[in-house]
């Protein structure tokens, strides 16, 4: 029953920064698992970067040393520099009450995506 919205998706161009954010519904949940998806066409979701209850971050191989993660209780932000055509996408805020993993399957609760396009 986790309602989250995400915001801050633009048009920029290759080498630009954007700062994605995530807001749940509430603020009375416990701290929750988080992550930031990104989808393309005829893809499945992968994980962008995620972070746990305690602040330990994950990221995905192409998101490592460029992107970085961060959280305010269960307010999810991503802070992404250096951009590229690839990073194009819809990314999607996902949360659950335990940190399983980070894969799709291991998420409950979604936003409605953010769109993201790089151009070159």
């Known amino acids: 029953q986790v309602e989250l919205l995400e915001s801050g998706g633009d048009s920029v161009q290759a080498g630009g920064s954007l700062r994605l954010s995530c807001a749940p519904s509430?603020?009375?949940?416990?701290?929750?698992?988080m992550a930031w998806f990104r989808r393309v066409p005829g893809k499945e979701r992968e994980v962008v970067a995620g972070?746990?209850?305690?602040?330990r971050s994950h990221y995905g191989d192409d998101a490592k040393g460029r992107f970085t993660v961060s959280r305010a209780g269960n307010n999810l932000s991503l802070e992404m520099h250096n951009l590229k055509p690839e990073d194009s996408g819809m990314y999607y805020c996902?949360?659950?009450?335990?940190?399983?993993?980070?894969?799709?399957?291991?998420?409950?609760?979604w936003g409605q995506g953010t769109r993201v396009t790089v151009s070159s």
């Open positions: 996902a949360a659950e009450v335990t940190c399983y993993g980070y894969a799709e399957r291991d998420f409950g609760y």
């Open positions: 509430s603020s009375s949940y416990n701290t929750l698992c």
């Open positions: 972070i746990d209850s305690t602040g």
